[in-house]
């Protein structure tokens, strides 16, 4: 029998962590199964992904009936949670351990509420830890610029942190930086680094849909669908330069990790893709790929794995250098993603609290 598509990526290095959660996947077996069969390495949610949990089964009913005095819709949706998060943090404990700390995380995020409100995220990213009370998870924290602060703080504080929703180089430098002043921070106040682990979550997909129509009315069509790719291997390219200097260096010889790249947003949202290229194409060392269950499927089926991230890294720079001549200003794209990513996820938390409190008056 050959072997699977999926589980080969880990040949090259790269972690494949799954972009899902809802209770059913735990209870029926389907998550033990895909750590078993297809090496899948962790699991990040996110509000959207709760919502359509809560929302489009029974499996929650029970736990908010029981929970029906707690007034604050918030408290009692990540009370219920926290439950998932836990039994998936359990699933993946074995992988935590073989891989010495490096995979079996789940991810949790904190309110999208809190994107813009530094101590607000910071408390509250510390009260989830507290709450899950499991070594191998992490939290997510948006990469806003009021998000750095938080970012520092928590890992200051022995936190592990997801850093979601970043879509430009610059940022994410900036966060590179967070995470290693709060590991500088978290050592000189006495304290082991070897245990804190955190990864940059890069959005591929979502910069494509902004740009390409872009490129199609200045008549670039080569250009398609490569610029969130380009992006992502000059992105890798920092991430190479970063965690090899000297200031790194003196964490490392302490036992530090560094914050690995993670892509997001993987899945293809242009039907005219094949429906596993923004997978395929960053395929290499020491990275992370989220991918939706679709996506898992898809490259089961039809995937081909292969190191590919390091690849073609002049092209990469050509095309975004070639941006500004097409009138197309990067930076001001991404800024607009971050914009548009902390609403997209603050409506489904908002009809998320709204179907808790329709559940709860039943």
Do not use: C
Request: proline share 3%.
């Amino acid at each position: 029998m050959a072997a699977n598509n999926v589980a080969q990526i880990h040949g090259f290095g790269q972690s494949i962590w799954l972009d899902f959660i809802d209770r059913e996947i735990i209870s029926s077996g389907k998550l033990k199964q895909l750590i078993d069969v297809d090496g899948i390495r962790g699991v990040t949610s996110n509000p959207a992904i709760f919502e359509k949990a809560i929302s489009s089964s029974s499996d929650y009913d029970a736990d908010i009936a029981a929970l029906k005095s707690e007034t604050d819709n918030e408290k009692l949706f990540f009370e219920i949670a926290i439950k998932d998060i836990q039994a998936a943090a359990d699933l993946f404990k074995g992988v935590y351990e073989e891989s010495n700390k490096v995979d079996g995380y789940v991810s949790l995020e904190v309110s999208p509420f809190l994107a813009l409100d530094t101590e607000g995220t910071a408390k509250q990213a510390e009260e989830l830890w507290k709450k899950v009370d499991r070594e191998n998870v992490m939290i997510k924290i948006p990469g806003t610029k009021p998000g750095l602060a938080a970012i520092q703080q928590s890992i200051a504080k022995g936190i592990n942190i997801n850093v979601t929703l970043l879509f430009s180089l610059e940022r994410y430098e900036e966060v590179t930086e967070a995470y290693i002043a709060g590991l500088e921070e978290h050592l000189a106040a006495g304290h082991k680094i070897d245990h804190i682990s955190s990864v940059a979550s890069f959005f591929l997909s979502r910069i494509d849909v902004v740009v390409d129509p872009i490129l199609e009315a200045k008549g670039e069509k080569e250009l398609y669908g490569e610029v969130a790719i380009a992006s992502a291997k000059k992105a890798y390219e920092i991430y190479k330069r970063v965690f090899s200097s000297e200031r790194w260096q003196k964490l490392a010889e302490q036992g530090a990790q560094p914050q690995r790249l993670l892509w997001a947003s993987t899945g293809s949202k242009n039907p005219a893709f094949k429906d596993t290229k923004y997978v395929e194409a960053l395929i290499g060392p020491d990275t992370v790929d989220t991918v939706p269950l679709e996506t898992v499927d898809a490259f089961r089926d039809h995937g081909v794995a292969a190191n590919t991230l390091e690849a073609d890294l002049d092209k990469a720079t050509e095309i975004l250098a070639k941006l500004p001549s097409l009138g197309i200003d990067l930076a001001a794209v991404t800024q607009q993603l971050e914009d548009e990513g902390i609403e997209k996820f603050n409506k489904p938390f908002e009809k998320l609290l709204n179907a808790i409190e329709t559940q709860k008056n039943k």
